[in-house]
């Protein structure tokens, strides 16, 4: 070694703490690279997003092969900067303490933290450039880091410990893709990025949480006179609507409105003119998630739902336009909407009991609680456990809110509030 000029020392020196820094920048960005941008780049047929996709396939080898170098480099630094260091100060005790010092510092600075910065901001663009020099590293290596993981397999099997397989450690899950998609809020429009959320949401969403209420299910009394059927189906807003006998629970069918007013003028509207233009029925079980509801009505091709509990009892109706303003937000309509609300002077809201609770958080803002009772009405009944008098105040979901009107053992009017910050 004596005989290698110092020149030549200092410049092998220098190369090895390039590499090292070749090594630790590797590392960072190949393990924060984007697996999913890589591959939209590799199907575009970016060939440095395929090699890095491929080098991310087999990661034992690829962490195997930046290890061994970084180590070999990092070791062969110390080697040579305590010659450098002999050279310059001589063999005397402190040179070992400068040498270790001095590599330290080098190492710290220059072969790891400033490299693996750099790499962490820019993981992606780094991965796809160094891939063209770490897949030949591989192929030169492979013999070696093949044989340090068979010791590597060897130890975890030891320790009982499964790595997890390709395809299965980068799945996310729905609630992962849900902060996925709200953390994109500078690349999706902000109307795109909603209507993603709330696809996500379909799945814990019941017909339920969105159906129309048995006693606001607007029907058609087979056994009513003929001038009360053509006038009902004259005013009504809808284009469908259920055939009952006697009682609403008793649905018999549905009838297209345009078929039965198609009938001439003269000719009365009967229960035998009903039947014949009706249509049987389709039942969704109560608690069927929105998403499978979607499903089933594409299936069997229809747009009207009656929904019933486990013993058959009539619980509301649900239609293919609430499922897609679930979706993509409230359709213009000339129907009535129930649950209707009209905000007063003083920044209180009056709100009809009978609104859905996830029409008033949506629209208001609010904090009610939707695991339970789907309507405002239902929440204060189970608040009170009795129907509560007109005037009474009360304060559920840190929301004061006033009784306004009570009838038929029904919450009608309720004045809400704004809540009031606690200091």
Known sequence: MNDIP???????????????AFFSISETCMMAANRYRLKHLANKGHRGAKLALALLSKPDKLLGVILLGN???????????????IRLFGSGELAPFIATLLLTFVVLVFCELAPKVIAAAYPTRTALVLSFLLTPLLKGFYPVVWFLNIFVNGALKVLRFRTPTEGHSHQLSLEELRMLVLESAHFVQKKH??????????????VDDVMTPRNQIEAIDINGTPEEMRQQ???????????????????????????????????????????????????????????????????KQECMGLVVDEYGEL??????DDILEEIIGE???????????????????LVEGSILLRDLNRKLGLKFPIEGPKTLNGLILEHFQDIPEPGTSVKIAGHPMEIVQTQDRIVKAVRIFPAVESA
């Open 71 to 85: 180590t070999l480099a990092n070791i062969a630094s110390a080697t040579l900067v305590t010659l450098v260091t």
């Open 315 to 320: 619980m509301g109706l649900i239609t293919l």
């Open 193 to 206: 990025q909603s209507i993603l959320v709330n696809l996500f949401d379909l799945e814990s969403i019941t």
């Open 233 to 299: 189906l004259a005013t009504c807003f809808h284009t469908r609507l259920p055939v009952y006998r006697e009682r609403i629970e008793e649905i018999i069918g549905m009838v297209h409105v345009r078929k039965v007013l198609h009938l001439p003028q003269d000719k009365l509207i009967t229960s035998g003119n009903l039947q014949q233009s009706m249509k049987e029925a389709y039942f969704v079980p109560s608690g069927t998630p929105l998403l499978s509801q979607l499903q089933n009505f594409q299936e």
């Open 6 to 20: 110092l020149g030549a020392l200092v410049g092998a020196l220098f190369a090895l703490l390039f590499i090292s």
């Open 331 to 349: 359709f213009f309509t000339q129907a009535p909407t129930p649950g209707g609300f009209v905000k007063q002077v003083d920044g209180s809201v």
